[in-house]
């Protein structure tokens, strides 16, 4: 069978520890024997960035841009006991946190759902795609302990002198006071990946905030998101019959848990932070749920959204074949090469990237698994296998 040819290359960063042995096989055993694989390769793995104070992780996150597609290895983010074991010069910081900043983007993560493992909430069918909006609010505050009765100011100068000033509350005792601020550049850029990705995945976006309560702050999210969407996205989406809705948070959630899922829910920061943590959990497996990176401009960065295994891969280097899950790190893969194809016109790219997906879960929901999974399939699995056995059984299926 002639291996199937891509247009142009999509980003390669390859990472650390366990998901770094498993990217080769996958490559190996699901990719290569198919598709004539076209990449910039860069090298994230911790020695490697370290060596090149972080140049790598910049010159990977500029090849995403220009490229368009990126697919990312889990990698470490260094801290003291790493900086010890892998005897490094410094502290590198998260390249993740690096490569987002660089592509001013946002993350969503995106269960991938057989019918064998069983979420917690019954009435979710379909992946409930989630993005946080990652900048400002709580997380960028600014807080004092009042130690006693007095004036509560919120108060901006102006670069022209220009001075505006609110009285919080006039304290009578001790109390707590917090300043928090965004900035509309960022929510711009939240709703746009978030409308970028919710057309990428042809799914509805929702979007809540309190602006019943937050007239002026979450009014401004409120507003910014109606003008991006009716003056940049509303044709292409009324188009592919795709809706934006938006209500208040409380009742998003209300909907949201009893909904079948298959929309994308964009989330503020501490909305996000929270209910990420819900979904997450609520879907079962961090082995089963992908992270996609989208910039404002339309690029997109696929990786699994579960970080190194570090405890799989001590055990790897004793000699175990451990059985680590692959699916999420197969799943960056199809998604980075069914967007590449997409973005090529090349629909025979694409078209076997869902059937990796496809074929992948299809064995799983035949019997045939890793351990996390067994652990919580019903009915129960048939094949407990190792990691390699699992990528060589999916690939006995793609022939
Ligand atoms: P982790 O790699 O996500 O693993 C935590 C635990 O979750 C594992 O020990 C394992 O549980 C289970 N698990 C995760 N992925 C699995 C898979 N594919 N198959 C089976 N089980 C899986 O988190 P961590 O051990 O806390 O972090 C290790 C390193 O990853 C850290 O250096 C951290 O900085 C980095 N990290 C990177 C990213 C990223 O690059 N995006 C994200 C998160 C963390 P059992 O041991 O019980 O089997
Ligand atoms: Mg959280």
């Known amino acids: 069978m002639a291996k199937i040819q891509m247009k142009n290359a999509v980003a390669e960063l390859d990472g650390d520890e366990m998901t770094r042995i498993l990217w080769k096989v996958i490559k190996e055993?699901?990719?290569?024997?198919?598709?004539?694989?076209?990449?910039?390769?860069?090298?994230?793995?911790?020695?490697?960035?370290?060596?090149?104070?972080?140049?790598?992780?910049?010159?990977?996150?500029?090849?995403?841009?220009?490229?368009?597609?990126?697919?990312?290895?889990a990698t470490i983010t260094s801290?003291?006991?790493?900086?010890?074991?892998?005897d490094l010069k410094r502290l590198t910081p998260s390249p993740n946190g690096i490569i987002r900043a660089e592509l001013d983007g946002t993350v969503f993560r995106k269960p991938i759902i057989v019918n064998n493992v069983h979420g917690t909430v019954s009435c979710w069918k379909k992946p409930l795609i989630l993005g946080r909006h990652a900048y400002g609010d709580v997380y960028k505050n600014c807080e004092i302990a009042v130690p006693?009765?007095?004036?509560?100011?919120?108060?901006?100068?102006?670069?022209?002198?220009?001075?505006?000033?609110?009285?919080?509350?006039?304290?009578?005792?001790?109390?707590?006071?917090?300043?928090?601020?965004?900035?509309?550049?960022?929510?711009?850029?939240?709703?746009?990946?978030?409308?970028?990705?919710?057309?990428?995945?042809?799914?509805?976006?929702?979007?809540?905030?309190?602006?019943?309560?937050?007239?002026?702050?979450?009014?401004?999210?409120?507003?910014?998101?109606?003008?991006?969407?009716?003056?940049?996205?509303?044709?292409?989406?009324?188009?592919?019959?795709?809706?934006?809705?938006?209500?208040?948070?409380?009742?998003a959630v209300a909907r949201v848990m009893q909904s079948e899922g298959g929309f994308l829910w964009a989330c503020k920061n501490y909305d996000g932070d929270v209910m990420s943590d819900m979904v997450a959990s609520a879907s079962g497996s961090l082995a089963m749920m992908t992270s996609v990176l989208v910039s404002p401009d339309g690029a997109f960065e696929y990786e699994a959204a579960h970080g190194t295994v570090q405890r799989h891969y001590y055990r790897y280097l004793k000699g175990e074949k451990t059985s680590t899950n692959p699916v999420a790190l197969i799943f960056a893969w199809t998604g980075a090469l069914a967007k590449r194809?997409?973005?090529?016109?090349?629909?025979?790219?694409?078209?076997?990237?869902?059937?990796?997906?496809?074929?992948?879960?299809?064995?799983?929901?035949?019997?045939t698994m890793t351990g996390d999974l067994a652990k919580i399939a019903r009915p129960p699995a048939k094949h407990v296998l190792d990691s390699w056995q699992f990528i060589d059984a999916i690939a006995s299926r793609l022939t």
């Not at 194809?341 to 019997?367: C, M, N, Q, S, V």
């Open 79 to 86: 801290n003291a006991a790493r900086l010890e074991e892998y």
């Open 341 to 367: 194809g997409e973005l090529d016109g090349t629909p025979d790219l694409t078209a076997f990237a869902r059937k990796l997906e496809k074929t992948t879960l299809e064995t799983i929901e035949d019997g």
């Open 29 to 73: 055993k699901l990719l290569e024997p198919f598709v004539e694989l076209k990449t910039e390769y860069f090298d994230l793995g911790l020695k490697e960035r370290d060596d090149s104070d972080d140049r790598v992780t910049y010159e990977a996150a500029a090849a995403i841009k220009r490229l368009g597609v990126g697919v990312k290895c």
């Open 148 to 251: 006693g009765p007095g004036k509560a100011e919120l108060v901006f100068t102006a670069d022209d002198g220009t001075v505006i000033r609110k009285t919080i509350m006039d304290m009578k005792g001790p109390g707590i006071l917090q300043g928090i601020h965004n900035v509309d550049k960022s929510i711009e850029s939240f709703a746009r990946c978030c409308f970028f990705y919710g057309l990428s995945e042809n799914v509805d976006v929702w979007f809540a905030t309190k602006d019943t309560i937050s007239k002026t702050y979450d009014g401004r999210f409120k507003d910014i998101f109606r003008h991006v969407y009716d003056t940049e996205f509303k044709a292409e989406f009324e188009k592919a019959g795709l809706e934006y809705f938006y209500t208040l948070i409380d009742d």
